[in-house]
Nanobody
Framework: QVQLVESGGGLVQAGGSLRLSCAAS????????MGWYRQAPGKQRELVAV???????NYADSVKGRFTVSRDNAKNTVSLQMNSLKPEDTAVYYC????????????WGKGTLVTVSS
């Protein structure tokens, strides 16, 4: 089992920045991929950014060039630096850890709310 705790959400004006962090505990040695998803009101949860244990990353097209995901394997944390925030970035952001052994097992944090005002 993996436990994830997010921090860093809040209210920010459009054009501003926020940094989200997620600390992992438990069976952290089994984690292959960590990252961030978000869910806006009335919408499905969507991928924002992920980073693999080797350092390769993937981003949603909507955040490319504005968001940066990073991972500290020694501290078992993953962070999301969000710059040039837009009102449409408003959502609950969830930290995710994926274990890829026999199939895929996903673990989720409780989420942190990011609100971008116009």
């Amino acid at each position: 089992q993996v436990q994830l705790v997010e921090s860093g959400g809040g209210l920010v004006q459009a054009g501003g920045s926020l940094r989200l962090s997620c600390a992992a505990s438990g069976s952290i040695g089994s984690i292959n991929v960590m990252g961030w998803y978000r869910q806006a009101p009335g919408k499905q949860r969507e991928l924002v950014a992920v980073i693999r244990i080797g350092g390769s990353t993937n981003y949603a097209d909507s955040v490319k060039g504005r968001f940066t995901v990073s991972r500290d394997n020694a501290k078992n944390t993953v962070s999301l630096q969000m710059n040039s925030l837009k009102p449409e970035d408003t959502a609950v952001y969830y930290c995710n850890a994926a274990v890829l052994s026999v199939g895929r097992m996903d673990f989720w944090g409780k989420g942190t709310l990011v609100t971008v005002s116009s």
